[in-house]
Every structure is written in structure tokens, then in C-alpha cells.
């Protein structure tokens, strides 16, 4: 941890040691894993005295927790930044103080940038030190100045975080649990590995004691978030050491816990016991992102991905014999350095092949400091636009047939609160759809059989099922 020149002029700040009331207002870019870091970095601030608040007019505290996986990424905080100058200089001309910090993946791989064109910035820290936040805040207060923290400690930060204070979305319910940090893959267009740094896995006892409280809070379905979750081995609380599908089996035994979900996979760490559990475990529910990228062979190499399209389309064999009614979803990059017309069909074959319920899609955009950045064979705009929509095209009309195909059928509906409607309440299917239908309030919180009525491109439809719920039918 370093300090910049100090912040003259500005209304020294309370001592943290004293928690006195004060608000504190987060902005969230990008995956569930920064929702969750989000969520984690407020309660490590709450013992300080500060408190969520919808508007960042009235904060004494604002963090920007960035993502840097998008296009000019870099570039959107420094306009929110911008943005938030003079609502500071405001605050300062009121003789108030409000302390401005980035974190997240941006902040780690642009933090000596941040200050240096964002003076006014406070604290700049990396994903890996958040749970020095209030150490961070007490160092402001006391001499002024800028504190930046990127660095990899060698401790891991869930050990010395408070506990998950409650679930953080859909009413308590859903809640998001990360068991995996980091990235050993090094795909030639990502900044993870470099943001995030290598994977780690948090002990088993620790994941299971986190996943009790949040049951205990309410919450009834569970994702496990890592960047590669399916690469998640962590110590066991026999001495050994457990890998996902067993953390799964162990979390699956928790009473409340009606669904688990997890995410993001990696094609290369799908391993035997995570597709048994698929097929025993009734709670972890039919639906999975499994990123391919690309159809084609050639492409699949030189993004050093590590599998093939064979690899890929085996495991999806495999996985569908474990459970018959799952539902996938996947990202795709079009246009990576090198990609031809040829390999760009192969993506559209895959994508027939498999059957998709969902899908993100991108136009490959260069990261500064990956592999793929400085390679030849870099695909004109106009040709990467024109790969994308016809991508998209076959993956909506995917997703529009998944969601079709639901129609008239029986599905369990965790219902998750009111829907926009009044006498509405609004759900999750298994395959994360959401669902919407009249009904009472009272059943918010609990899983019921829905009759499917009508899809949407992004939802379904439907009526309470008055009848015994059937063996459940999967969708198409
Ligand atoms: S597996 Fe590849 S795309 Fe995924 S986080 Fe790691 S480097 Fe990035």
C-alpha cells in the first residue's frame, strides 16, 4: 500500500474508530462476482457506521466497483468519475467531505492511472484487498492524501471478512456465494488472469458455514460464483480436498436450500463428480453456462482455450445423459485475430449443433496487454458487425424456440417477489427464466408448480397449477 500527496483543503473526515452514521452509495459494473464484492465490501464498511443509500448526492462515501471485461471499460469510469468531481468539490464547498474509491478489475489494472487523471480519487483498490477497505478509510482520515492498494496479498481477504450480512437480491432469496477467485488459463483475449490473479478456492467449512447464514437470512437458492468456479478445490473439513461437484453434494444437504446454481465454467474443469452431481442431486437445477467462444477448432487454439469443438460437444453428450432436461447457455467472441469466414460458419454449425437456451455474444474488442491485442490478422469492424448479427440472430431464434418450447407445461416457480402488475407476483424457473402470473403475495418465498402459458423473448407467462404438481417435463 502506497499514499500520494496529500488532499489539502478539504474538511478532515471523522475518525473511523467511531462509528458515527454515514452513507454509503456503490455503483456496480459487470459479472455477479462484482454484485457479490459489492455486497462484501459494504459489510466490511458497515462496522464503521456506514449504511447503503440509493444516491450518491447525499453519500459521504462512493465506490465504483469496475469491471474491465468490456469495451472501454477504462473510459466509462473516468466519464463517472467526471461525473462524481463535482459533486465532491459541492460537498467540500459545504464543508463535507465525501471519500471517493474505484475498486474492482479496472482499478487494478489502471490504478496508478486513476490517480494520475482522477486526482481527487481517494482510494484506488484491487479485488484481492477489500477486506483492508476500513484500513484503507482510516488512512484517509488521519493524514489526507490518496491510498492505492492493488497488490495480491498473501492472505486470503475471506478470512478476514465479516460475515455475509444478508442475501443480496431478488427479496433475500436468491443470493450469490463466491467459492473461486482468479484464473489460471490465459486465454489470448482476457484480463482476468492479470486483474484477478491465480485461482484460489475458499475451505469448504467456510463456503458451508457462509451458505447456512444465508439460509438463515432467507435465502432459498444459492450460485456459487468463481471466475472459473468449476476449477474450485478447496480444503475439506476431513483434511482433503473437495472439488465442486462434492462442495455441491455437501451444500445440498442444507435444509432451506431448495436450488444451487453455479457459475462461470471452463470446458476443461467439467470433471466426473460435477456431472454426477448434475444427474443426483435434485436441488442443483437443470440450467448451465458453459463458455465455448468459438466453433472452430483453429479459433479454439489460438485463444489458448485448451479444448476443442470434439472436446466441447462430448461434454455436452455427457452432461445431457447425466440430466436430460438441461438447458445451456455460453458466451461467443466473433472476429478474434485470425477468424475466417470458414471458422465463422464452423461457430454457427456449433450453435446448431448444440441448442442453446441463452447466450452472450460479443465482438472481439483488443485488451491492451493480452496476447491478442498485439496479433496480426485482426478483423475489419464492419466484417466483426456483420459475424455478430448473424450470430445473434440464430441465438435468439434459439432461445425464442427453448422458450416456446416451455409453453404448456408444468414448471416449479421460486417466486421471488411482486410483478409489475398489481395482484402479479414474479418467479424463477429452474431454467432461470423469469415468471410472471397472477397470484397471491403469500406465496413469495416459496417454490410452486406454474402452467406455463406463453413465452416472451426474455420471460414466460403463466397460472397458478391447481392440480398435483406431474413428474416435471423438461422444455425442450
Ligand atoms: S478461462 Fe479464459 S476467459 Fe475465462 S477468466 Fe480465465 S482467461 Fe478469462
Not at 484500513?135 to 460475515?163: C, H, N, W, Y
Not at 461437484?245 to 436450500?257: D, N, P, Q, S
Not at 436450488?259 to 442431486?281: C, G, N, Q
Not at 431454467?431 to 406463453?454: D, E, F
Request: charged residues 20%; neutral net charge; hydrophobic residues 40%.
Amino acid at each position: 500500500m502506497r499514499q500520494s500527496s496529500p488532499d489539502h483543503g478539504l474538511p478532515p473526515l471523522p475518525d473511523p474508530a467511531t462509528p458515527t452514521p454515514r452513507r454509503l452509495h456503490m455503483i456496480t459494473w459487470g459479472c455477479q462476482m462484482n454484485v457479490y464484492d459489492s455486497a462484501r465490501m459494504a459489510d466490511v464498511l458497515a462496522p464503521l457506521g456506514y449504511a447503503p443509500t440509493p444516491s450518491p448526492d447525499e453519500a459521504d462515501m462512493v465506490i465504483l466497483n469496475t469491471c474491465h471485461i468490456r469495451d472501454r471499460a477504462a473510459e466509462k469510469v473516468f466519464s463517472e468519475l467526471g461525473r462524481l468531481r463535482g459533486l465532491k468539490a459541492g460537498r467540500a464547498a459545504a464543508g463535507q467531505r465525501m471519500i471517493l474509491a474505484v475498486a474492482g478489475c479496472v482499478a487494478q489494472a489502471e490504478g496508478a492511472e486513476i490517480l494520475a487523471r482522477a486526482p481527487f480519487v481517494d482510494i484506488v483498490l484491487g479485488p484481492q484487498t477489500y477486506h483492508r477497505l476500513p484500513e484503507m478509510v482510516a488512512r484517509v482520515a488521519r493524514a489526507g492524501g490518496a491510498v492505492i492498494d492493488t497488490s495480491f496479498p498473501a492472505e486470503q481477504k475471506f478470512d478476514f471478512l465479516p460475515e455475509a450480512a444478508a442475501p443480496q437480491t431478488a427479496g433475500g432469496l436468491t443470493a450469490f456465494l463466491t467459492v473461486q477467485e482468479g484464473c489460471d488459463k490465459f486465454c489470448s483475449f482476457c484480463v482476468v488472469p492479470y486483474t484477478r490473479g491465480a485461482e484460489a478456492s475458499r475451505p469448504a467449512a467456510s463456503v458451508l458455514a457462509e451458505a447456512r447464514r444465508l439460509v438463515g437470512s432467507g435465502a432459498r437458492e444459492i450460485t456459487l460464483l468463481g471466475q472459473n468456479v468449476n476449477a474450485y478445490h478447496g480444503d475439506a473439513p476431513d483434511g482433503g480436498t473437495w472439488g465442486l461437484g462434492r462442495l455441491i453434494r455437501e451444500l445440498a444437504e442444507i435444509g432451506g436450500l431448495a436450488r444451487i446454481r453455479y457459475t462461470t465454467s471452463h470446458p476443461r474443469d467439467m470433471d466426473a463428480e460435477l456431472i454426477e452431481a448434475h444427474a443426483k442431486v435434485p436441488a442443483l437445477m437443470p440450467f448451465l453456462h458453459l463458455p465455448v467462444q468459438s466453433g472452430s477448432d483453429r479459433i479454439l487454439s489460438a485463444m489458448n482455450r485448451r479444448h476443442t469443438v470434439a472436446d466441447y460437444l462430448a461434454l455436452i453428450d455427457q452432461l445431457r445423459a447425466a440430466r436430460p432436461d438441461l438447458a445451456l447457455s455460453s458466451d461467443f467472441i466473433v472476429g478474434h485475430p485470425g477468424e475466417t469466414a470458414a471458422d465463422f460458419e464452423a461457430t454457427l454449425d456449433l450453435v446448431r449443433r448444440v441448442g442453446f437456451a441463452q447466450a452472450f455474444s460479443f465482438k472481439y474488442s483488443p485488451r491492451p496487454g493480452t496476447p491478442a491485442a498485439g496479433a496480426g490478422g485482426q478483423v475489419a469492424e464492419a466484417e466483426k458487425d456483420a459475424r455478430l448479427q448473424a450470430l445473434q440472430a440464430l441465438l435468439r431464434a434459439q432461445q425464442a424456440a427453448f422458450n416456446e418450447s416451455c409453453t404448456g407445461r408444468d414448471l416449479p416457480v421460486l417466486f421471488t417477489g411482486p410483478g409489475r402488475h398489481p395482484g402479479q407476483i414474479a418467479g424463477r424457473s429452474p431454467y432461470l427464466q423469469p415468471v410472471h402470473l397472477a397470484g397471491p403475495a403469500t406465496l413469495i418465498g416459496r417454490i410452486a408448480p406454474v402452467h406455463i402459458t406463453a413465452a416472451h423473448t426474455n420471460s414466460l407467462t403463466g397460472t397458478m397449477h391447481t392440480a398435483p404438481m406431474p413428474e416435471e417435463r423438461a422444455c425442450a
